[in-house]
């Protein structure tokens, strides 16, 4: 079985650009979860999508969106980057949006210069 | 402030050490989770809690709703069980069931 696919694994950008990161879940997963990671803040919570529809929101500005499709699979979008936007986006799935473990991709490393 | 706390922050074992890593937190929760981060690697999950205790191999996870407290205890301590070890809750809904993490334990085991 396939576990939690994210790409690109890397991504370098701009300030004022804009990103879309890709999350492919566990088959059978329906919900995906989004997070930040940096060596500051450590990880934080950005959204939680299930069946195609956004549960849980963390305390990002709007510049950070998402979406889930029909298929489960999920995109995360950032809109004109800022410096600090650089950190490791990580992705995780899980079956239901009930409590339960998380399966968590390798993460997307995104660089904004 | 932070929701969850962690200690230690470092911690440093020689092979086959009992560990204990601490995590307190300030909101009302769902759930806990355990999870573990080898440098240069992914997130693992080692458990979900959302009462009493559990068990997996030489870990050990248990939590204290009342106290607003869980630990996790590594028996027999192993040098592939370096790593960091991040604490996780899931608020409730008056926090918008947000999740909160703590700043992670990083553990060095010695052979």
């Known amino acids: 079985k396939a576990g939690v696919t994210q790409t690109p694994r890397y991504l370098i950008k701009t300030r004022g650009q804009q990103v879309t990161l890709s999350c492919s879940p566990i088959?059978?997963?329906?919900?995906v979860s989004w997070y930040q990671q940096t060596p500051g803040q450590g990880l934080q919570f950005l959204f939680e999508?299930?069946?195609?529809?956004?549960?849980n929101k963390g305390n990002f500005p709007g510049r950070f969106s998402g979406r889930q499709f029909s298929n489960s699979r999920s995109e995360m979008n950032v809109s004109t980057l800022e410096l600090g936007d650089s950190a490791l986006y990580l992705c995780?799935?899980?079956?239901?949006?009930?409590?339960?473990?998380?399966?968590f991709g390798s993460g997307t490393q995104l660089s904004v210069l | 402030k932070n929701e969850v706390e962690q200690s230690p922050q470092n911690l440093t074992a020689q092979e086959g050490e009992f560990i204990t890593i601490n995590c307190s937190y300030s909101?009302?929760?769902?759930?806990l989770h355990w999870l573990q981060q080898h440098p240069g690697g992914g997130i693992v999950s080692l458990f979900m809690?959302?009462?009493g205790k559990k068990k997996h191999g030489r870990l050990i996870a248990t939590i204290n709703i009342q106290e607003k407290h869980s630990s996790l205890h590594i028996t027999a301590s192993h040098p592939r069980d370096s790593a960091v070890y991040i604490c996780?809750?899931?608020?409730?809904?008056?926090?918008?069931?947000?999740?909160?993490f703590g700043t992670g334990t990083s553990l060095t085991v010695i052979p």
């Open positions: 909101v009302g929760i769902s759930a």
């Open positions: 088959s059978g997963h329906r919900s």
């Open positions: 999508y299930f069946s195609e529809t956004q549960r």
């Open positions: 995780a799935s899980s079956f239901t949006d009930r409590n339960e473990k998380l399966f």
């Open positions: 996780a809750v899931k608020g409730e809904r008056d926090t918008g069931n947000q999740f909160y």
């Open positions: 809690l959302s009462s």
